[in-house]
């Protein structure tokens, strides 16, 4: 069973920083790519940022020089560093991967956590 928990959510001033977590079970977590999603109130979820298993990184344009995705295989876990935060970065944050393998039973389940919620206010 697939599992991936969040944390690392909280209230932050604008100009604050948080770091979130996004530990994995159930897969082989090193040769998964991994992404953080974001859902605003009343809008899309959208991508933010994506990291390979081969630790190539994008990210979505309007975080670009101020969240930094990384993972520790070792932990099976996935982070997102998140600095100069401002009242726009309010949302609910999900750690999402796909199986994408031909040879995996799997394959085309994407899977999610349930989110932690980041809350940008004075």
């Known amino acids: 069973q697939v599992q991936l928990v969040e944390s690392g959510g909280g209230l932050v001033q604008p100009g604050g920083s948080l770091r979130l977590s996004c530990a994995a079970s159930?897969?082989?977590?090193?040769?998964?790519?991994m992404a953080w999603y974001r859902q605003a109130p009343g809008k899309q979820r959208e991508l933010v940022a994506t990291?390979?298993?081969?630790?190539?990184?994008n990210y979505t344009d309007s975080v670009k020089g101020r969240f930094t995705i990384s993972r520790d295989n070792a932990k099976n876990t996935v982070y997102l560093q998140m600095n100069s935060l401002n009242p726009e970065d309010t949302a609910v944050y999900y750690c999402?991967?796909?199986?994408?393998?031909?040879?995996?039973?799997?394959?085309?389940?994407?899977?999610w956590g349930k989110g932690t919620l980041v809350t940008v206010s004075s």
């Open positions: 990291i390979t298993s081969g630790d190539t990184t």
């Open positions: 999402n991967t796909e199986d994408a393998f031909n040879w995996s039973p799997r394959k085309g389940m994407n899977y």
């Open positions: 159930g897969i082989i977590f090193s040769i998964y790519d």
